[in-house]
């Protein structure tokens, strides 16, 4: 009894001293011996916080006002943001934002990998705003709550859908349409069993995948179709798995993004994977092409490549590229795309690069440079195959820095890699969330 007592919220907000930020982007504080996570809270802040969850020693909670505002703090350039569970660093300096990612690269490094780079790169900043180009919005109908629906990210502290009408991080060209294509929803015959929305936007056209867990009408069909003539959007249902999607009044089945300093053109269906801040994905690319100093007689691995974002620019300065990835659609969306821009000197494999491929033909011969993009989980089952390839270079390319540290500290003491250098990418500005990029380097024995 006494300890479920001591978990029941304090129903009046408490004073905290914050000490520094966590990796997630919360001030922590402690108090009454106990450590708390405060939302909205910068270090050497002293805040008024509203617990929100307790567990044994631990506080979750935001902060409701700050006494002392800390040099770092900005006005939050979105309205929602107190609501929103979407952004979590919107009240710091967009600098600041970025010393903290590169901070917590550092400390990844150290205390998971025991690993340190030579030399830091430069972060790589883009836009702040309007920069996301894909996004998997929440849909929700409240009956109750004014017969009203919304469409959004989720609350803070809640399952529920934040009751939005923009979003300052998403592309501009469906920001804006946000509390539209609620009320859209709100017309269809199934406004209840409309799951979610699937953003993908190129750069000419934006696609929007409804997922639709009850047939459509003919009369759902052509609602959404006039919406998507009005506003020049690409409209899709998605009855079923990702195999359904289907075009709703069009027969385009692919948007398209373009690397102009490439001469590529890259065409995707609205669900396969691409990078979401295209700023940023113009920026990585030249980076890890000059970091894996790739000449015209290499052999080139790209592991986790998916559409092909980096085998076809890595194409046009090595002799061969193989790019192995896990998802069979996407290889073939890179074979379609090496053979819309004319490039043929790439293969592309489909394995799970969590398991081991012996004997595999694109695990033979001479390799000399070595590029991995691989999810969040990381890449360690198939550094030991990599380090056998001996490449005198590896490019890391990372969504998940705990990952990042933890395969940087096995290459660097279980296969001789040196961390040559590492940087942040800011791909998601005003979350808390990294992306971070590393080159290993080895002498080939
Ligand atoms: C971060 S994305 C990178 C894609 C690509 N390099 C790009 O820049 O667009 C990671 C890719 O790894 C693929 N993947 C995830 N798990 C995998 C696995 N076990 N084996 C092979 N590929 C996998 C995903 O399908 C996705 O395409």
């Not at 699937?198 to 069909?221: C, I």
């Not at 940023?280 to 980076?287: D, V």
């Not at 989980?377 to 990599?386: D, K, N, Q, T, Y």
Request: proline letters at 6%; glycine letters at 8%; hydrophobic letters at 40%.
């Amino acid at each position: 009894m006494g300890g479920r007592r001591g978990r029941r919220l304090p129903a009046e907000p408490i004073v905290m001293d914050i000490e520094r930020l966590s990796h997630e982007g919360r001030g922590i504080a402690h108090h009454d011996n106990r450590t708390a996570f405060v939302q909205g809270a910068l270090p050497g802040e002293q805040a008024h916080v509203q617990v929100r969850r307790r567990r044994r020693r631990q506080d979750e909670g935001d902060a409701l006002s700050i006494a002392r505002p800390a040099a770092d703090r900005v006005t939050p350039p979105c309205p929602h943001v107190g609501v929103c569970g979407g952004c979590s660093l919107q009240h710091m300096d967009p600098g600041a934002q970025v010393r903290h990612k590169q901070q917590t690269l550092a400390e990844q490094f150290a205390h998971i990998g025991d690993v340190s780079p030579q030399t830091w790169l430069p972060a790589l900043t883009g836009p702040t705003a309007g920069y996301r180009r894909r996004a998997r919005l929440g849909v929700k109908y409240v009956p109750r709550k004014d017969d009203r629906v919304l469409v959004g990210f989720r609350e803070r502290f809640s399952p529920f859908v934040a009751d939005i009408n923009s979003c300052h991080v998403l592309d501009d060209r469906v920001s804006v349409l946000l509390g539209e294509l609620a009320a859209l929803i709100r017309r269809l015959s199934i406004p209840h069993r409309i799951a979610q929305i699937e953003v993908a936007a190129g750069d000419t056209q934006v696609g929007l995948v409804f997922r639709n867990l009850d047939p459509l009408t003919q009369s759902d069909r052509e609602t959404l179709m006039a919406f998507g003539q009005t506003h020049d959007l690409l409209m899709f249902e998605q009855p079923g798995n990702e195999s359904t999607v289907a075009p709703l009044g069009h027969s385009q089945t692919y948007l398209e993004y373009a690397l102009d300093d490439e001469g590529l053109r890259f065409r995707f269906a609205p669900t396969d994977f691409t990078q979401v801040n295209a700023a940023i994905n113009r920026k990585m690319l030249p980076q890890a092409l000059d970091l894996l100093e790739v000449g015209p007689d290499h052999r080139v691995l790209d592991l986790f490549c998916g559409l092909g974002n980096f085998t076809l620019p890595l194409a046009r300065r090595a002799a061969q590229v193989i790019g192995v990835e896990g998802a069979e659609s996407l290889v073939e969306r890179g074979r379609e795309n090496a053979q819309y821009n004319q490039i043929d000197n790439v293969q592309f494999v489909a394995a799970d690069l969590t398991q081991t491929h012996p004997g595999a033909s694109w695990l033979g011969g001479q390799i000399d440079r070595v590029l991995l993009d691989p999810p969040r989980s990381g890449a360690l089952e198939v550094l030991p195959a990599i380090a056998k390839l001996g490449p005198e270079r590896i490019v890391y390319v990372s969504c998940g820095p705990a990952t990042l540290a933890r395969d940087a500290g096995e290459l660097v003491h279980q296969h001789g890699y040196t961390l040559a250098a590492a940087g942040i990418m800011d791909m998601f500005a005003h979350t808390a969330h990294a992306e971070a990029m590393a080159v290993f380097t080895r002498t080939r024995r």
